[in-house]
């Protein structure tokens, strides 16, 4: 992988709120509003898989997926600020989509093209993944693109984004338990953001001399042997 060091971090640090990266009172703001959207997107969705479940107990998939997008959002309230992070106007716009494009999500039933009773379980092993990538970061999660510090153990040691692997398996299970157009159209949305959030993250945390040596030892980004 060729990175330029003085193209990452030209993209890293310029942006709509740039000029204002100086002032911490400014910084620290722009972060509690960021999170405070984030919990209010992920109170709508749990109040929607609520309701769902209160009608129909059985839909163990939607309350899986309410559990991994739950997970998600109390990670971002606990993450420590990070070192550098893409404020980019269309970066912040993808990755919003990306991690929050899931409260699009249909929960009618669908067409199941696989019984729930198989979709389930292999759902809540897609789960585990997110679970145990995100204890192997810690702290260090991000819905931005941003380094908070490498993280290169535990999940990570088998491909170098175990959550959001995690979450492409958990979204598939979902959809094959519960198939539309509409559902299939919004992760194929959310799947295409997540491949640039990738990309775009690993170009800023390349810009430190243990990840460029991570990424020589770990080749793939979410499956091995495939991508």
């Not at 204890?135 to 819905?143: E, K, P, T, V």
């Not at 999940?155 to 984004?161: E, P």
């Not at 519960?178 to 775009?200: E, G, K, M, P």
């Amino acid at each position: 992988m060729a990175i330029s060091k003085g193209d990452a971090l030209t993209g890293a640090e310029t942006g709509f709120w740039s000029g204002l990266r100086s002032s911490e009172t400014v910084t620290d703001l722009r972060e509690g509003l960021f999170r405070f959207i984030a919990l209010a997107v992920a109170a709508v969705f749990v109040y929607r898989g609520a309701r769902h479940l209160v009608i129909d107990p059985g839909r163990l998939n939607i309350l899986l997926l309410m559990i991994s997008d739950v997970l998600t959002f109390t990670w971002l309230l606990l993450a420590r600020r990070p070192i550098v992070r893409d404020w980019r106007p269309f970066t912040v716009f993808i990755s919003l989509t990306a991690g929050f494009g899931s409260g699009f999500v249909s929960l009618q039933d669908g067409i199941a093209i696989i019984p729930l009773y198989i979709a389930a379980p292999l759902q809540f092993l897609a789960l585990w993944l997110v679970i145990w990538g995100k204890m192997s970061l810690g702290r260090s999660f991000a819905i931005l693109p941003a380094n908070r510090g490498v993280v290169t153990g535990g999940a990570y040691r088998f491909v170098r984004h175990p959550i959001y692997a995690g979450y492409l398996a958990g979204h598939i299970m979902f959809l094959l338990s519960s198939f539309s157009i509409y559902n299939f159209t919004v992760y194929a949305i959310i799947t295409l953001f997540q491949v640039h959030r990738i990309l775009r993250e690993e170009r800023i945390l390349a810009l430190t001399g243990e990840y460029r040596d991570y990424l020589g030892r770990v080749r793939y980004r979410l499956c091995p042997g495939i991508f």
